[in-house]
């Protein structure tokens, strides 16, 4: 019988084994811990990045707004305009619904009342609302609102004819020859003014128009809100009509006919010409959970004249303003909350707007990383200036060029 060879080999222990396996799960913790810290950090980053993102381009918008400021009102003295109030206080920030939820949270605004001898409501290119907005929640303090004044330069309004009709609060608008007369002044690319009744930027109910005429030696200003439009469809061509009519009721209560200031007091004059006027505002509504589960949303609204008002940006946490303004004795009024109304400084005194507070914070909970804050929440805060238009100057120094 032959021999047969054997062979033989050591094992692992039952130590050796556990000892293996506790490095392994060492390694691939340790790895799986960096891939979480690593999703942890791109979802941190994109969100912020997607927060600052949302933010900024709101505050590009704001920003342009209040940079146009009183653009296109310069002839106007002051570039204020007095408003009817025998019938009742006017109000801005409200669309045509003519309910609570067509206004800011705090109800329709009153046009700022300075008072100079008689307390008459203006129109002002800048109009604070200092803590006049709603307080979002967490906070312990009142957001602001804020209102800016500026024409419209894309509608040639202004290259059409103005009459009055008997009362007065229905004007009639008269297409100009073809070519224009060199007194109309067209939005780049037209060669005529557009119809009033169009439906890219035509006039609509809730639309502010500003007046202007010469009522005997003085030029006479009012501002009405458009209640009806009326006119053929299509391009307009030479003495083509449109009849808007401004009746008393209306969801701003700018018309009040017959009344001190009211647009009916420039029926008897010459010379008429329309521009519309955007009247701005910017507010914090807080739109509840329909669940009950959050606080809700707090959103920035942008709402013009008496239009509906369009939502900007969501999950907002805070809205505030002050003011660089002078007091009628020239004395500087620095950051200002309210521009000094509380002690009877006129708006049009603004020199400066100061955003002190455009905050958004982010409706996500949880804590995500240990590179967020202990609640897992991110906020954002812009700050910015922006310089006013110089709304009371005065050219003291009257020059009448020499004849030739």
């Known amino acids: 019988m032959g021999y047969q060879a054997k062979s033989t080999a050591r094992g692992f222990t039952l130590v050796e084994m556990m000892v293996s396996l506790a490095l392994g799960l060492l390694i691939v913790g340790a790895a799986v811990k960096l891939f979480s810290q690593g999703v942890d950090a791109t979802w941190v980053v994109s969100q912020r990045a997607e927060m600052q993102q949302d933010l900024r381009a709101t505050e590009n918008l704001l920003v ?3 940079s146009l400021a009183g653009a296109g009102l310069t002839g106007i ?4 305009v007095a408003l009817p109030s025998a019938l009742g206080s006017p109000i801005y920030g409200c669309d045509q619904s003519g309910t609570a939820a067509g206004c800011p949270p705090n109800g329709g605004v009153q046009y700022p009342c300075i008072p100079t001898g008689a307390c008459t409501p203006s ?3 800048i109009m604070p609302g200092f803590q006049a907005g709603i307080k979002p929640p967490g906070s312990t303090t009142k957001s602001d609102l804020i209102t800016v004044v500026y024409s419209d330069n894309n509608l040639a309004l202004n290259c059409y004819s103005v009459t009055f009709n008997g009362t007065g609060n229905i004007l009639t608008f008269t297409a100009p020859a073809n070519p224009p007369p060199t007194s109309c002044i067209l939005p780049p690319g037209l060669a005529y003014p557009q119809a009033l009744n169009n439906t890219a930027n035509g006039l609509q109910a809730g639309d502010v128009i500003l007046v202007n005429n010469q009522v005997g030696t003085n030029s006479a200003y009012a501002v009405g809100e458009v209640t009806l439009v009326a006119g053929p469809i299509g391009p307009p061509a030479p003495g083509v ?3 808007i009519t401004f009746a008393d009721g209306d969801a701003l209560k700018l018309n009040q006919s017959g009344q001190p200031n009211d647009l009916t007091a420039l029926k008897a004059g010459v010379g008429t ?10 507010y914090l509504r807080n739109v509840p959970d329909p669940t009950g589960v959050t606080t809700g949303t707090t959103i920035l609204y942008r709402q013009v004249n008496g239009l509906t008002a ?3 940006a969501d999950n907002m946490a805070n809205l505030q303003f002050t003011y660089d303004t002078y007091d009628d004795a020239g004395n500087l009024l620095n950051a200002a909350g309210d521009a000094g109304e509380s002690v009877g400084t006129s708006p049009n005194l603004i020199r400066k707007v100061n955003l ?9 909970a949880g804590t995500r990383s240990v590179l967020m804050a202990t609640s897992g929440f991110q ?7 922006i310089s006013a238009r110089n709304a009371s100057y005065k050219n003291r120094y009257g020059f009448t060029p020499p004849s030739p």
């Open 64 to 66: 342009k707004d209040l």
């Open 77 to 80: 003295p002051g570039e204020t």
């Open 123 to 125: 129109l002002y290119p």
């Open 241 to 243: 009509q449109y009849v």
């Open 273 to 282: 010409v329309a521009n519309r006027i955007f009247v701005v505002t910017y």
């Open 310 to 312: 369009v939502p900007v």
């Open 356 to 364: 002190i507070h455009l905050t958004m914070h982010s409706q996500l």
């Open 379 to 385: 906020s954002v805060d812009m700050q910015t200036s």
